[in-house]
């Protein structure tokens, strides 16, 4: 049955804004809505023929939102999952009595079973490509040995080392993966690669288990075992054994990492490695909303660190994130600074300083594509000089600023309107029908509406002077954008009920007698209203709920 609803109503109708209630309306609020909007489209008051046809189609529309939503089981369906919750094939075998929780479970089985069965067609593809670039000639010349040497006036910057690696995954069934993985190393002329399979199976709802076998050129063949278990809800153990055979003969490798909540937003970590590096390191990681931080200790041999980083997470569009740590140990001392910025819907831009000591100044920059990272580690010079430290924090800031002006934006904003031009192309057919609904609404709400202002007037109460609904242009950073509204005068008038308007929070192009004059655009809702004699005006956002008359409204207030 829930099928069947959903296959007759249009693919974007809002149930809730159609009948404009809120989504926790009670079953007296659902029936209240229903018989208004049942005498207003009701076909037996319309004799006109064209009005009698468009008053059906329309009574019928509200027929089939009330029928979803005065059903617990349909209306808990529609609530998850939208309307493609209630096309989900199998909905007839669910045992009406069950709960929304029981619901939402026996969906989930059901997309598990499509899941399945298109599981062959799917892989996870991951890869990173890293290019190492040396550029120390910048600022550690040799002017006077190379002074008569052709073309030494030039600074050479050379690539030193790349390494790329990819891998690919395999769900063989719902329980087994297979990962296929390689990556190829050059440094300085000399390099190498290559290759594993692993094979992964979870062993029920608290582990899984992971067999890896290696081959490459440098080292001899590889045998892992990896094992994940879940000790408690807060706790969890990941073991890695493996076994590496070379000319020098087999070299055995362990790992094992215990892991805890130790509260909502923090992990405490412990980790034991021994084998060809032995060590033994405890961090503690705390994320949140707004930053992460970590604080980490290790002993071990050859390496002994202690380490602390914070970064900021700000609350923009653009995710933008900025992060400092220091690092220190037998090897030195290194501090890092950096930010990262999302540039498109599946882009983000980094870049770190790294200052240390004895490893020099190094500007780390690196690309996040999707599942594909790109990192360009340029290192600068070995010393510690001012000019390396500030070239590498404000030349990648200008270079960022000038391309996110003269080409990111201009992109990102070409590829919008390219974006929305193809959703109106996509939505054109419902758009259009959904406007001659629209129209067709307000014809048959001329009689209503004529009533309801003659008894607001005899009570001075309230009148809808002029009202707009669409994309309103007043910042004059857009001044050359179109404005698009629509009138919708005479629906929000059929909305006053006992001289009140009130609108919930839904896109209002579901009301009767709205549609969505700008699709993917941002719309708002301008009301010019009269109450007591006196004008009033209001702007809404599009899903913000709207309560009129109120004093903060009046015109004369705000002159």
């Not at 099928?3 to 009948?19: G, K, V």
């Not at 120390?136 to 050379?158: A, K, M, N």
């Not at 080292?219 to 890695?240: A, E, M």
């Not at 941002?522 to 007591?532: A, C, D, G, I, T």
Request: hydrophobic share 35%; net charge neutral; proline share 4%.
């Amino acid at each position: 049955m829930a099928a069947a609803l959903a296959e007759e109503a249009p693919d974007n109708e809002d149930y809730y804004s159609l009948l404009n209630v809120r989504r926790e309306a009670s079953q007296e609020e659902l029936k209240a809505a229903y018989r208004r909007l049942c005498m207003l489209y009701h076909p037996d008051k319309h004799r006109d023929p064209e009005l009698k046809t468009q008053a059906e189609r329309l009574f019928n529309l509200v027929h089939q939102a009330y029928e979803v939503l005065s059903d617990p089981q349909t209306r808990a369906i529609y609530d998850i999952y939208g309307r493609r919750g209630l096309e989900m094939e199998g909905w007839e075998v669910v045992e009406r009595k069950r709960t929304p929780a029981e619901i939402r479970e026996e969906f989930e089985r059901l997309q598990r079973e499509r899941e399945e069965r298109r599981l062959q067609q799917r892989t996870n593809p991951k890869g990173t490509i890293s290019v190492g670039i040396d550029a120390t000639d910048l600022f550690d010349r040799y002017d006077e040995e190379y002074e008569d040497v052709p073309g030494s006036s030039f600074p050479q910057i050379e690539i030193n080392k790349m390494h790329i690696s990819q891998s690919i995954e395999a769900p063989l069934t719902a329980t087994d993966t297979a990962i296929l993985s390689g990556n190829l190393s050059t440094q300085n002329g000399n390099g190498g690669g290559s290759i594993n399979f692993a094979l992964r199976r979870v062993t029920s709802a608290k582990g899984w288990g992971e067999m890896e076998f290696g081959a490459g050129d440098l080292q001899g063949p590889l045998f892992g075992l990896k094992i994940f278990r879940n000790l408690t809800p807060r706790c969890f153990i990941t073991t890695n054994c493996a076994l590496q055979f070379s000319s020098r003969g087999i070299r055995p490798g362990l790992t094992t990492v215990l892991a805890r909540n130790l509260d909502k937003n923090t992990m405490g970590y412990l980790q034991w490695r021994w084998g060809i590096q032995s060590a033994m390191n405890t961090s503690i990681v705390r994320d949140t909303k707004t930053s992460h931080f970590t604080v980490a200790l290790q002993l071990g041999v050859p390496h002994s660190f202690m380490m602390v980083s914070y970064q900021h997470k700000f609350q923009d569009e653009d995710q933008t994130r900025v992060k400092g740590s220091l690092k220190a140990g037998f090897f030195g001392t290194i501090v890092e600074y950096g930010a990262e910025r999302k540039i498109s819907r599946h882009s983000i831009l980094g870049a770190t300083v790294s200052v240390g000591v004895p490893q020099g100044v190094s500007l780390k920059i690196k690309l996040n594509r999707a599942s594909q990272t790109y990192f360009f580690p340029v290192h600068l010079t070995d010393q510690l000089l001012p000019s390396a430290v500030f070239y590498a924090t404000v030349g990648p800031l200008v270079i960022y600023f000038a391309m996110h002006r003269l080409i990111i934006k201009p992109y990102l904003r070409a590829q919008k309107e390219r974006e929305l031009e193809k959703q109106r192309e996509s939505t054109a057919s419902d758009i259009l029908q959904k406007k001659q609904e629209a129209e067709a609404a307000v014809r048959l709400m001329q009689e209503s509406v004529r009533r309801i202002i003659e008894a607001e007037e005899a009570r001075m109460g309230l009148i809808v002077v002029n009202a707009w609904y669409g994309k309103f242009v007043n910042d004059n950073s857009r001044k050359n954008e179109k404005v698009k509204v629509i009138d919708v005068t005479v629906p929000l008038q059929c909305l006053v009920k006992d001289s009140k308007l009130i609108l919930t929070e839904a896109s209002k192009a579901g009301l009767p007698g709205f549609y969505d004059p700008c699709v993917g655009e941002e719309k708002n809702l301008k009301v010019l209203y009269q109450f007591r004699g006196v004008l009033h005006q209001v702007m809404s956002a599009d899903n913000e709920a709207l309560r009129i008359p109120k004093q903060s409204h009046r015109i004369d207030a705000d002159g």
